[in-house]
């Protein structure tokens, strides 16, 4: 039986839903998790109010918002949930990121590797959780080529010219078709990726989708390739995990620690010659790509809704 409670919580995500990007789908999705049971506001910053616990997301972006907690909530509870760049960058030189570590009651990794980047006197407060999404069917593929498929905004962190630079080398290849979905944050990065497509047939870029669309083109795809330098947890590798469609992955901790620490389709941080040597083989090895295939069903189930929801549920009944 379902307990309903009189509790309020308020998640704090520093984007919202025009940013369309991980931050504010973990935060939605979340809200949607607890909202049988609790009351959930979700806003971009916290001044004031009466909510009994603070959800907030990014320790540097959401700094404002654990500061203002503290001072006007001090013995509310506060659930941190730390992003790549909290992990990978801000913690190291931001003194806003660490206060919010510092302070808070519980912290949450969105992948298995993320607790090693914390101060060791905050890791017996961390608490992993790996996000989720619904499964999909597999849409049918032609064996007349190969199509990679790389999701995401374009921006530095995501490491797109990685992606260009392996579709370049492989122009003479028509067997092998790169798709790219995701808006040019960087304008310089998106008139890089307008002119590839220009002069290459097999680079299509699509720009922003809807996610609808996206998830489609995920399902259609052959392979998913995820370049990025920082990761907390990225969604589209759930997503594609759970399509069915394998993922070449560069060789960062948020990544393995989704995929797992054995998931052998993963090439250095910028290294597009090794990118396109794994695309070349998974076109002329089926039994390779057929193996992928299989590891990823095999790790679907630990980006289950039912499991993210208990996980997370657990948590916030802990602090409360």
């Known amino acids: 039986m379902l307990i309903v409670h009189r509790t309020s919580i308020v998640i704090v995500t520093p984007a919202l839903a025009d940013a369309n990007n991980g931050n504010w789908r ?18 971009p910053e916290w001044t004031d109010g009466d909510e009994t616990l603070m959800i907030a997301l990014h320790a540097r972006r959401s700094a404002a918002s654990v500061r203002a907690w ?15 760049t909290d992990l990978y960058r801000d913690l190291a030189v931001d003194a806003d990121a660490r206060h919010s570590v510092a302070v808070a009651d519980a912290l949450v990794t969105l992948n298995a590797r993320g607790p090693a980047y914390l101060p060791e006197a905050a890791r017996d407060r961390c608490h992993v959780v790996l996000q989720s999404c619904p499964a999909r069917a597999s849409l049918p593929k032609t064996d007349r080529n190969l199509r990679a498929l790389m999701v995401g905004h374009l921006r530095d962190e995501k490491d797109p010219l990685t992606y260009l630079r392996a579709a370049a080398r492989l122009a003479d290849r028509a067997d092998l078709r790169f798709d790219h979905v995701g808006a040019a944050l960087d304008p310089a990065l998106g008139a890089q990726a307008a002119a590839l497509a220009a002069r290459q047939p097999t680079y ?16 259609a795809a052959h392979v998913l390739v995820h370049a990025s330098r920082m990761e907390g947890g990225a969604h589209v590798v759930i ?21 797992g620490d054995d998931w052998p389709a993963t090439f250095e941080v910028g290294d597009d010659a090794a990118l396109a040597g794994w695309l ?23 980006f289950s809704p039912a499991r993210e929801a208990d996980t997370l549920q657990g948590i916030v009944r802990g602090l409360l």
């Not at 503290?70 to 790549?84: N, W, Y």
């Not at 057929?290 to 189930?301: G, H, N, P, T």
Request: glycine share 8%.
């Open 26 to 43: 973990t935060a939605r999705r979340w809200a949607q998790m607890l909202s049988p049971a609790y009351r959930v506001r979700v806003v």
């Open 70 to 84: 503290r001072a006007r909530r001090a013995g509310a509870p506060l659930l941190l949930v730390l992003t790549g």
């Open 204 to 219: 299509r870029w699509f720009g922003a989708l809807p996610h609808a669309q996206t998830r489609r083109r995920i399902q």
């Open 239 to 259: 997503e594609a995990v759970c399509s069915g469609t394998p993922v070449l992955a560069s060789r960062i901790d948020g990544n393995l620690g989704l995929l």
């Open 280 to 302: 070349v083989r998974l076109r002329e090895e089926p039994g390779l790509l057929s193996d992928l295939r299989a590891r990823a069903a095999d790790r679907a189930e630990a």
